[in-house]
């Protein structure tokens, strides 16, 4: 049978002052998210031209908008566009602004996420646990520029952090079905189809839940299967959701997420963009994660050492929380790195959806890794000795989160300092239009070889336009 999954206990400290630790959390988000450049083109011609055509009737479009090919669905930049039109009418009439305050919007949110699954972190591993999940996420690089980039596979993060935090916290059948929902919202509203791998685990969890949950073979079968039409049900209302959208911006009945896994399921699609090797991952994640990315590798031969020793130092969680929620959780990260590690294309921004886990099982080494240090107490103790044994690895614990936040800040301040000309130059090429006697007239802002730099067409003063030397 199915291990109970029954509610842990609260976690005392994420209790007190909630709702301040929330606060902080996404304000930090939105403030250190203005110094995150943009670090994809695709994100900008892709999403935030897109998002400008939407708001203000111009943009570029790129061939996967072309009403020929249609691999884009408009559902996902709809949230966005309706909140910038509230912007607009609260009198937001500097585009640059608007696209600062739909960026803090994007990174804010993310914050909230981050929160909320360490909340759920702190109710199935323990509260140190999670409040490690919560250090080491607020200072990771990898975080710190995909918390406010317009991407599915950002948004997906999101998801997956809300779907996990749900799921820790409330992992009953009516919690489970609020994170299968949360992952068809992922799988067919944003436009990429291939993060529903990361809730292949929890799908089966809630069937194997449900059929475990009756006396009855019958009864079991009956809740199987409702789990499974209810899941069909709610996809066939989010499909048709995204349908009407798509429809009234081409004009035709299409399903993008099909058209762009079809396009990308063709022999060799991918390679058209490039190829990297094996080892891209594991050095793109280094720099994105440092010393977290050690403590998830080593994360698993820790806990084996410490397996007997496994429910000390809970700090309220539960002591016997269930195995298969466990796995339902951290599964994903296996799930996801199977999908894309063996094809040839790679991208830093494929990694995304999964930056949480990394951050949550490298928070699970550190913590069974500090626990290795027991064996120097392993003969009776007295409370005094037992006392020090707490504080040295106190001790431990903040040290190794401070050399993370320090070597990661360095990242981060390498990010904002090497990358961020780009939209220094066009919010100065911007002010320099709308101050000069031309402004009234067109402009065209020529670009050549650095096409891929253009911050879009936010910071360009409306009247302008970007054109482009035949090289």
Known sequence: TMPSSGACKPSSTFGHNKVLLLILTCTLRSIITHYSPLMDCDEVYNYWEPLHFMLFGTGLQTWEYSPEFRLRTFAYLTPLAKLGDILKLFGVRDKILLFTILRSILAGFTGYCEFYFAQGVSKVWGETIGWSTLLLSLCSPGMFHSSGALLPSATAMQLVLLSTGNLCQDPQADGVSRSIFIGLIATLAIGWPFCAVCWIPIGLYAVLQAFCSGDDPSNRFKNATFVLLRTALHATIIQLIVCIIDYQWYQALTVPSLNIFMYNAAAGGDELYGIEPASYYLKNLALNFNF?????????????????????????????PSFWLRLAVISPLLLWFLLIGPRPHKEERFVFPVYPLIVLVGAIGLENMIRLTDALWDKPVSSSSRGGKRQIQKWL??????????????????????????????????????????????????????????????????????AFFAL
């Not at 402004?439 to 802002?445: A, Y």
């Not at 020529?446 to 891929?452: E, F, L, R």
């Open 397 to 466: 614990r903040a040290t190794a989160l401070i050399v993370c936040a320090m070597f990661s800040s360095l990242r981060m301040l390498a990010l904002f300092h090497f990358y961020s000309a780009p939209v220094q130059l066009y919010t100065a090429l911007n002010e320099e239009i709308l101050s000069s006697s031309s402004s009234t007239r067109s402009t065209n802002v020529c670009v050549g070889g650095d096409w891929h730099r253009f911050p879009s067409s936010f910071f360009l003063p409306k009247g302008s336009n970007l």
């Open 292 to 320: 977290t990315l050690g403590l998830a590798l080593a994360a698993p031969f820790a806990v084996l050492v410490n397996k007997r020793k496994q429910d000390d130092d809970n700090n309220g969680a539960s002591s016997t």
